[in-house]
């Protein structure tokens, strides 16, 4: 969501800082700044509200000249939209401070750094890292090491340049589920969130691992990690065009973007929670006008965003109290449809063009719902542009035909807004403060579900030479299964189905034989006894189980029953976790079968006709 850029050289970096700010707009920012190391050994700074347009006219009005600096975009999260609040952050005259991400536990390193005689002059968690940093730094550390002495005090997902006036050969970065890449040049280097920003400038990058940080200097780059070793990180080369997609460092498309998916979550969050509450404002400003009349809710979409739509309304009606209905929307747009009175009108789209799920929004606008609001990852579609309320799903550009971070950010995004409906419900302050706190887990725990890779590539061989496979869930965990059998049927053209688990013995139980695996989506929640009990039935009859579940859940490895391991976490947020092995696990299938992963047969990534 927010766009870091920083750069050392021989010349003038600030055109480097700010086209390097232009090509990270899509990302969504409100604000903007830039901070250089003068000639004079003084750090310049320049911030504004609003475009990099504005901060470009505000720099040649006011202009910078320095051979190292850092650029940021901000979408305000703690603190509202104002230059004050805007990055980057200052401790006194000599440390400079930008960052992506939530530093969770900001407010009690505030408080220490105020008992110490520290100035705050904005409200965000970011000024906490600049006057942490500089407090170290008179304990006669050097720059490094204050900023790894700095980290090891947070909570968090965050990204962290930092800039000091009397270190002004280089400057020093780190990275913590929020993406950062090393750019390399000639007698210059150069960092940034997105490999886009620094394509004018080198095609030569490193990408910094989880928990990596690094000091970067004219003439070499010098990596930590997240032990404080030194290590060598693999330096990619490539010819992309200034505006072409990359897959960096992996093989497809499509498992990069399962990897970007911690980074995605925690800049979907980014701007949506604040103090342990959500920011319903955050969806536009008509929002406590039409949240607070909403007695229905009425979601549509299609495919991948259908499912979110069902697990969201699992959680709307369960948290929220609202009654709320989901339908495909190429259903929706050919029947008479009653609309009940205050129902708000929900369409979700990767894209923001789904042909069919628009045509249902613009039917929608004169059916007599009382407003729309619209989950989108295209902050220019035409679903954004005609919808009252907007959610931005922040998860970047996504190739991959196979959605998955689209999706995962939709479901965090389904989950805040069923936050904010409950809002306006009379969910107490008390009760929404006891919820709020695990949408900080998500990105973390979507890190620690991607350490299952190795072992979802060996399960995979399971799955390659077989012809059907069943996914079975209950509750909200029953979407997540018709998702899960989506992607291996999309990629790897194995027939997959997903059923609610208590549906087997009405039908789908005469599929089962030792040929059909059945995957099995089972969290630690009320339903565990009786998905227990519907897998029963399907050992009695031979089927070979493979069950997600964490330790908790009491399950272990038997003839018949293959368990895979996931992280343990609350309920709220399973659905949401236990989706990236799913996906590990149809892409590891697809390599295995030597199909198109990318861009499988017939298919396409935004699906602009009926």
Known sequence: ????????????????????????????????????????????????????????????????????????????????????????????????????????????????????????????????????????????????????????????????????????????????????????????????????????????????????????????????????????????????????????????????????????????????????????????????????????????ACGTSYHAGCVGKYWIESIAGIPCHVEIASEYRYRQVVVTPNTLFVTLSQSGETADTLEALRIAKKAGYIGSLTVCNSAHSSMVRESDLVMMTQAGPEIGVASTKAFTTQLLSMLIVTLMLARFRGMTEEREAELVPHLYHVAAAAEKSLRMNDGLQLLAEDFAEKHHTLFLGRGPMWPIAMEGALKLKEISYIHAEAYAAGELKHGPLALIDEEMPVVVVAPTNELLAKLKSNMQVVRARGGQLYVFADNAAGFENEPGIKVINVPHVNRLIAPIIYTVPLQLLSYHVAVLKGTDVDQPRNLAKSVTVE
């Open 1 to 300: 969501m927010c766009g870091i850029v920083g750069a050392i050289a021989e010349r003038n970096i600030v055109p480097i800082l700010v086209e390097g700010l232009r090509r990270l707009e899509y990302r969504g920012y409100d604000s903007a700044g830039v901070a250089v190391l003068q000639q004079d050994g003084s750090i310049g700074l320049r911030r504004t509200v609003g475009k990099v347009s504005e901060l470009d006219e505000k720099l040649t009005a006011d202009p910078l000249n320095g051979r190292l600096g850092v650029a940021h975009t901000r979408w305000a999260t703690h603190g509202g939209v104002t230059e004050e609040n805007a990055h980057p952050h200052m401790s006194g005259d000599r440390v400079a401070v930008i960052h992506n991400g939530v530093i969770e536990n900001f407010q009690p390193i505030k408080d220490e750094m105020l008992a110490k005689g520290y100035e705050f002059h904005s409200e965000t968690d970011t000024e906490v890292a600049a006057h942490l940093v500089h407090d170290f730094l008179k304990t006669g550390v050097d720059l490094v090491e204050a900023l790894r002495l700095s980290v090891q005090r947070f909570e968090g997902a965050y990204a962290l340049l930092v800039v000091d006036n009397e270190d002004p050969d280089r400057f020093v970065v780190s990275r913590v589920a929020s993406p950062l890449v090393i750019g390399l040049g000639l007698g210059e280097n150069y960092v940034a969130s997105g490999v886009p920003a620094l394509l004018p400038v080198t095609q030569r990058f490193i990408y910094m691992e989880e928990g990596d940080l690094a000091e970067i200097c004219r003439d070499k780059v010098t990596i930590y990690d997240a032990t404080g070793k030194e290590v060598t990180r693999e330096i990619h080369e490539t010819d992309w065009t200034n505006d072409a997609a990359e897959k960096g460092p992996y093989r497809h498309f499509m498992l990069k973007e399962i990897f970007e998916q911690p980074a995605a979550l925690a800049d979907t969050l980014y701007g949506r929670v604040s103090n342990n509450r959500v920011i319903p404002e955050s969806l536009g400003p008509k929002t406590a006008e039409l949240l607070q009349r909403v007695e229905q809710v009425h979601i549509v």
